[in-house]
């Protein structure tokens, strides 16, 4: 069962240039997280999607980024228009429900550079 | 709103012996888990260990063990038998609502 992907692992951007992050769950997990990670910081909730829903987008901020996960294919993080500030490692999550909980199980991260 | 604090930025230890990492936490939830996850060089997010805030028991994975107090919203992670391996970013995490909240993390390493 393989993990959780993303794609791509380093993505290069000039400013003002759009940037999209891919993420596919592991297999049968139909819940997805994005987060976001500063140097020297610790992950920050951007978004949780369902299929086809944002359950919750508190995390992201109010322009230029999106995020969607359709029926079919892998969930889209979208960064219009870069600048420097959006250099970071950002990290999708999938999860099932065990117990109660939503036990989330990380992707390797893609590593953005805004130049 | 949820805080999660590591205080301590870094800690060491040498092989072998035993490690405690530090985590207090901040909330008004009732039901709630919570989780260490490691990040090594690479990082990847490792799920450690995961505990029920419903739970008096604390959790056990192998050398991994915490030590849950929820009066006092305090989490800490005590690794036995440290290994080289062990060498990693730690960070605390509470879980509500689906959604993580994280700490700072501390690095962690281990002295051969």
């Known amino acids: 069962n393989a993990g959780v992907m993303q794609n791509p692992r380093h993505l290069v951007r000039r400013r003002g240039q759009e940037a999209r992050l891919r993420c596919s769950p592991m297999?049968?997990?139909?819940?997805v997280y994005w987060y976001r990670q500063l140097p020297e910081e610790g992950l920050k909730f951007m978004v949780y999607?369902?299929?086809?829903?944002?359950?919750?987008e508190s995390g992201m901020p109010k322009e230029r980024f999106s995020a969607e996960f359709p029926k079919e294919g892998p969930s889209i993080l979208r960064i219009q228009q870069v600048v420097r500030g959006d250099s970071a490692a950002y990290f999708c999550?999938?999860?099932?429900?065990?117990?109660?909980?939503?036990?989330?199980?990380f992707g390797p991260g893609t590593r953005l550079t805004v130049t | 709103a949820q805080t999660v604090t590591q205080s301590q930025p870094e800690m060491s230890v040498q092989e072998a012996e035993t490690v405690t990492l530090s985590c207090t936490y901040d909330?008004?939830?009732?039901?709630?888990?919570l989780f260490w996850y490691k990040q090594p060089p690479s990082r990847q997010m490792i799920l450690v260990i995961r505990?029920?805030?419903?739970?008096?028991q604390n959790a056990t994975e192998n050398r991994f063990s915490v030590n849950f107090q929820k009066a006092a919203k305090s989490f800490s992670l005590k690794i036995s038998d440290s290994q080289l391996g062990d060498a990693a970013m730690y960070f605390c995490?509470?879980?509500?609502?689906?959604?993580?909240?994280f700490g700072k993390g501390i690095t962690l390493s281990v002295r051969p």
């Open positions: 999550a999938s999860s099932l429900e065990r117990d109660g909980a939503y036990e989330q199980y």
């Open positions: 297999k049968g997990h139909s819940h």
């Open positions: 999607l369902q299929k086809e829903n944002i359950i919750d």
């Open positions: 909330t008004s939830e009732s039901d709630y888990y």
């Open positions: 505990q029920e805030a419903y739970k008096q």
């Open positions: 995490a509470y879980e509500a609502n689906s959604k993580l909240t």
